[in-house]
């Protein structure tokens, strides 16, 4: 069974939003903590938020002030909200959990592509 699962990814304009989840099959306390990152064609992939166990959260400077993360820890789930979106925003997102034992799971990502 998948781990983390991404979803609301799609193709919105310059400007316009979209909310991304990151749904988990277990506790997200398992996890020390909690990212989004993203990779574009042709790009190394890139963190784009963090979020640790006591909910303190960094941001990529490239999405502050644009994107918001935050959970719902009655539904084991991580969101990732993307305001005033830009072209260069285009990637697949991916979900990442670091557990306490030190290992890293991945959900299969999610594209999201900015028009402009």
């Known amino acids: 069974q998948e781990l983390l699962v991404e979803s609301g990814g799609g193709l919105v304009q310059a400007g316009g939003s979209l909310r991304l989840s990151c749904a988990a099959s277990?506790?997200?306390?398992?996890?020390?903590?909690m990212g989004w990152y993203r990779q574009a064609p042709g790009k190394q992939r890139e963190l784009v938020a963090s979020?640790?166990?006591?909910?303190?959260?960094d941001y990529a400077d490239s999405v502050r002030g644009r994107f918001t993360v935050s959970r719902d820890t009655t539904k084991n789930t991580v969101y990732l909200q993307m305001n005033r979106l830009k072209p260069e925003d285009t990637a697949v997102y991916y979900c990442?959990?670091?557990?306490?034992?030190?290992?890293?799971?991945w959900g299969q990502g999610t594209q999201v592509t900015v028009s402009s």
């Open positions: 277990v506790n997200i306390f398992s996890f020390n903590v």
């Open positions: 990442n959990g670091h557990s306490v034992a030190g290992r890293d799971f």
């Open positions: 979020v640790v166990r006591l909910g303190n959260i």
